[in-house]
């Protein structure tokens, strides 16, 4: 069959093993561009949030290039990601396309559609050998994330402009690629390698700040203005709070119907005093992480939203009291289709002048 997968930050380091891998022709979505978002904002409701957007116009760009079948992950919960995939199926069928929609996710009874999605995906290999790729493309995500956070710390060092960028760029058509745990680990050696070379340790970073807010805007680039490398090239080095090992590891790990994750547990301890219950997607993890930046002497935070997310928008009016309890600067950022880059850059240049003043004041001062 022919299967596309939405993109995501770099989450094509998975494509070849959980689709070409497992004997399915892979149709790669274009990099999410203009276009994308032009063609998803045109053919949503409008009240939709902006990654339901943009995963449309990947899925559209998709199905051009002749994709029969469409990968989404799916959910329960109380936010609208978990009814995302079942709105983009119905318009993209209104739209007039014939494919199928593979909804991954953790079943609430219907075991007969996971058995049979399942069974699609495996494609008739055995399920040992479904398993082993599965694994692997577990532990390519593991990698990256890794590698995401390193190259975090060596951009704003780095000797050259872009080194870190293009070292980082490399390693994942490298991990793309990998077929085994051990070509993996010679993969992170050797990028790590490349990553001590291109840093300059004499550098010193001023500041330093978390970034926290919706999980598909934090990870996606295109969708956040290449926030991180903005920061990379302001000189700051970027926490990033939110990755797909939090967000899937529980299930990956079989912990969902236990106590949840210990790192989770921790997150809902911070956020308590100020936020006791999940007000779905990352709301409560959002304040949480704000609060844990501050313990782990952070100079503040930037808090990533799509405009009409509600669990951000609970989480960003929280954030202000957060912010005068603990001393620490937050700066929200809405996204939708109509947000102005320029603007944009003004602000965050804005609030990285500050997050230094503040920085030398302190070193003054003591
Ligand atoms: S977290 Fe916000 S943006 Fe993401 S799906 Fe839920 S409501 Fe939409």
Redesign the pocket.
């Known amino acids: 069959m022919k299967l596309a997968l939405p993109r995501m930050g770099n989450i094509e380091v998975v494509y070849d093993t959980l689709i070409t891998d497992m004997g399915h022709e892979l149709i790669e979505p274009p990099p999410t561009s203009k276009r994308t978002l032009d063609l998803g904002v045109r053919y949503s409701p409008e009240y939709?949030?902006?990654?339901?957007k943009i995963v449309l116009g990947n899925f559209i760009e998709a199905l051009e290039l002749g994709a029969e079948g469409l990968i989404m992950a799916g959910g329960w919960g109380p936010?609208?990601?978990g009814y995302?995939a079942q709105v983009q199926r119905d318009v993209l069928l209104d739209l007039g396309y014939k494919f199928k929609m593979i909804i991954v996710e953790i079943p609430r009874g219907n075991w007969k559609t996971f058995r049979e999605n399942a069974n699609l995906l495996r494609n008739g290999k055995s399920w040992f050998y479904m398993i082993s790729q599965y694994r692997l493309a577990w532990q390519k995500i593991l990698l990256m994330e890794r590698l995401e956070q390193k190259v975090l710390v060596v951009r704003p060092r780095e000797k050259t402009r872009g080194a870190a960028s293009l070292a980082f760029k490399e390693s994942i058509s490298k991990i793309r690629k990998a077929k085994d745990l051990d070509t993996l680990k010679k993969i992170e050696q050797e990028t790590l390698e490349i990553f001590n070379d291109i840093t300059d340790l004499q550098k010193k970073i001023l500041i330093k700040v978390a970034l926290v807010g919706?999980?598909?805007?934090s990870l996606e680039p295109f969708s956040n203005f290449h926030l991180e490398e903005k920061l990379g090239y302001l000189g700051v080095e970027v926490v990033r709070k939110n990755s797909i090992e939090a967000w899937i590891g529980p299930i990956v790990k079989l912990k969902i119907f236990k106590d949840s994750f210990k790192e989770e547990k921790d997150i809902e301890e911070a956020a308590y005093p100020y936020i006791a219950h999940s007000v779905?997607?990352?709301?409560q993890i959002t304040v949480g992480n704000v609060v844990l930046a501050h313990e782990e002497g952070l100079d503040g935070a930037i808090q990533v939203?799509?405009f009409?997310?509600?669990?951000?928008v609970v989480a960003e009016t929280i954030l202000k009291k957060v912010s005068e309890d603990l001393n620490i600067p937050t700066l929200t950022l809405i996204y939708d289709e109509q947000t102005g880059e320029e603007g944009f850059n003004t602000r965050l240049e804005a609030f990285i002048d500050l997050l230094k003043k503040r920085r030398k004041k302190a070193v003054v001062l003591s």
């Open positions: 939709c949030c902006l990654p339901l936010c609208r990601f995302y919706e999980f598909y805007i779905g997607g990352e709301g939203i799509p009409t997310c509600m669990p951000e």
